[in-house]
């Protein structure tokens, strides 16, 4: 399960450092950046309780090992995409098989292991986060510069092919069976009423620095809003509804999801900006950007390794902490680019005190969210966390994305990043309010 959710990641990352090569070979513009990640962590995040839901009704096992041969065989396809807009698809179709793979790795944890153990389980994940955040910009960074039997960036995707066929070997040898219910039913027009809302909104996101008439953001936007209150409404009368209501109903998860939007928004939104601002702002070669995003990723190993034992101990105040250090870390890089104009290699300080702030963050936030959840409620929550770190992850790198391009008009690069990094400190913040209502122990430790 933790060698599926590197590959998750290495999937989710690596288009931070391969996108400007990407436009580049096909000569595409820049309002498409977003969207060679966006694409995946939309399709992934929209149809995650789907996929959760599925690994109940037939099985974890079976489930997670058709998402795993069909996300080889999408990361295939997107290794030889021949336009642009063919990528994007093949993302999309990348990140719905995802949505069958990732998601039953909480339920096989969460029925596997004794509640007491729970928290050195989930304490496992914060490191996982950590190794793949670093391999993710610097494997692309020295795919992309080794440029292997010529294939450039398509090489990065390539890795992605390799890595699932060794995963299938192991995961038919390993993976417990775990009892199908064929008494959970599935619910096709929530997921497509869910799916069609958050495209919407996005692409209306994404497409106000496309050149395009005025009215394509806002016909999108007015279908992507339609389509969520379609989706509530949906929800509302279903008599078995795609998300457990008894989840929502619970104050702690409820804030655990708003806290874990905002935290993974966050955490994109620094990352994407720092690239755009390196490489497109600044002109750097795709290993030094790397090597300087790399920092933030060190500051995550750092914490991951030494806080995982402080996960059960601690709870919500270790995600305090992290919160607090994202906050001085953000502050510290708004100095950087305002008073600062030499070496790109200082930003590196900043996103290593940011990248602290992350570690601190990353399995804490699944495991206090999910520490007043029931058993009978772990496929469900399992999909709606994973859902809100995806969706998260689509519309940080959105909204980052406009905000640099917006600002830095092609002409001022550092006055695109303080406007990016102003709204990631006002996210941070919110966050931090609403952390009092997160459960105080993490799952497991009651």
Not at 354 to 363: E, Q, W
Not at 369 to 382: F, K, Q
């Amino acid at each position: 399960m933790l060698v599926a959710d590197v590959i998750d990641l290495l999937s989710s990352t690596v288009t931070n450092i391969a996108t400007p090569s990407i436009l580049e070979a096909f000569g595409a513009p820049d309002w498409l950046a977003p969207w060679l990640g966006a694409s995946y962590a939309l399709a992934l995040g929209s149809m995650l309780v789907l996929g959760a839901r599925l690994g109940d009704r037939h099985g974890a096992r079976r489930v997670f090992l058709i998402g795993l041969c069909g996300f080889g065989a999408a990361s295939a396809l997107c290794a030889f995409a021949p336009t642009a807009g063919t990528l994007v698809l093949f993302r999309v179709i990348q990140g719905a098989f995802g949505a069958l793979m990732i998601p039953q790795g909480f339920t096989l944890l969460l029925r596997s292991f004794p509640r007491d153990k729970l928290g050195p389980v989930f304490g496992l994940f914060g490191p996982l986060m950590a190794v793949s955040s670093i391999s993710g910009p610097v494997l692309a960074g020295l795919v992309i510069s080794a440029d292997p039997l010529g294939l450039g960036w398509r090489a990065v995707f390539v890795v992605n092919v390799l890595v699932a066929a060794a995963l299938l070997v192991l995961a038919i040898r390993t993976l417990p069976r775990i009892e199908a219910d064929a008494a959970v039913t599935l619910d096709p027009l929530a997921v497509i009423l869910l799916s069609v809302g958050l495209l919407g909104v996005l692409g209306a996101l994404t497409l106000l620095q496309a050149p395009l008439t005025p009215w394509w953001p806002v016909l999108l936007g007015a279908l992507g809003i339609a389509a969520l209150a379609a989706f509530v409404a949906q929800q509302r009368r279903a008599r078995h509804p795609l998300l457990a209501p008894s989840l929502f109903r619970k104050r702690s998860f409820t804030a655990g999801v708003v806290v874990g939007v905002g935290f993974f928004a966050v955490t994109a939104g620094v990352l994407f900006a720092t690239t755009l601002y390196l490489q497109i702002g600044l002109g750097l070669a795709v290993l030094p950007a790397a090597a300087i995003v790399a920092a933030a990723s060190v500051g995550i190993i750092a914490a991951s390794f030494s806080t995982r034992a402080l996960i059960p101990k601690l709870g919500r105040r270790l995600l305090l902490i992290g919160l607090v250090l994202l906050l001085v870390g953000v502050s510290g890089y708004l100095a950087v680019i305002a008073l600062a104009s030499g070496s790109p290699w200082l930003v590196a300080i900043p996103l290593f005190i940011c990248g602290l702030g992350m570690g601190c963050g990353f399995g804490t936030v699944f495991a206090v969210a999910l520490g007043d959840v029931d058993d009978s409620e772990t496929g469900s929550a399992s999909g709606a966390l994973n859902a809100a770190q995806q969706i998260a992850t689509a519309i940080g790198a959105a909204v980052i994305s406009i905000s640099y391009l917006g600002a830095a008009g092609g002409t001022s690069p550092q006055a695109g990043l303080l406007v990016c990094l102003f709204i990631v400190l006002v996210c941070t913040a919110l966050s931090l309010l609403t952390l009092p209502l997160l459960p105080r122990r993490a799952a497991g430790t009651h």
